[in-house]
C-alpha cells in the first residue's frame, strides 16, 4: 500500500510561484511513477505532469510547458511541483497520484491518490 500526503499549496497571486511536494510512504517509491493532477471546482480531474521512476520520462500538460517542473528525490520518497508564473486558471486542487505503471497517468487512472492541496492564484 502506498500512501501519499501533499503539502505546499495556498494562496498566491498572478505571475508568482508555489512549490507542491508529495510525501510517499513504503518502500517503493522507486520504482513508482508519480505525478500531478488538478481539479477546479466543476470541472473534471484533470492530468498536470509525470514522472517515471528514474526521471528520464517526464510529461506535461501544454497549458504548463514552460511554467511547472516536476522531479523527485528518491532519497527522501518526495515527488516536488514547481510552478511559475501562476495564472488565475491555475487554481483547484492539486492532487498528487502513483503507480507502478506510467501509462496510467495519461490513459486510464493511477492507482493511489492523495487528499489534495489547494492552490488558488488571484488576479
Known amino acids: 500500500q502506498v500512501q501519499l500526503v501533499e503539502s505546499g499549496g495556498g494562496l498566491v497571486q498572478a505571475g508568482g510561484s508555489l512549490r507542491l511536494s508529495c510525501a510517499a510512504s513504503?518502500?517503493?517509491?522507486?520504482?513508482?511513477?508519480m505525478g500531478w493532477f488538478r481539479q477546479a471546482l466543476g470541472k473534471e480531474r484533470e492530468f498536470v505532469t509525470s514522472?517515471?521512476?528514474?526521471?528520464?520520462?517526464?510529461e506535461y500538460r501544454d497549458s504548463v510547458k514552460g511554467r511547472f517542473t516536476i522531479s523527485r528525490d528518491n532519497a527522501k520518497n518526495t515527488v516536488y511541483l514547481q510552478m511559475n508564473s501562476l495564472k488565475p486558471e491555475d487554481t483547484a486542487v492539486y492532487y498528487c497520484?502513483?503507480?507502478?505503471?506510467?501509462?496510467?497517468?495519461?490513459?486510464?487512472?493511477?492507482?493511489?491518490w492523495g487528499q489534495g492541496t489547494q492552490v488558488t492564484v488571484s488576479s
Open positions: 497520484a502513483a503507480d507502478y505503471s506510467l501509462i496510467t497517468f495519461t490513459t486510464t487512472r493511477p492507482r493511489y
Open positions: 513504503g518502500r517503493t517509491f522507486s520504482s513508482l511513477a
Open positions: 514522472i517515471d521512476w528514474n526521471g528520464g520520462t517526464i
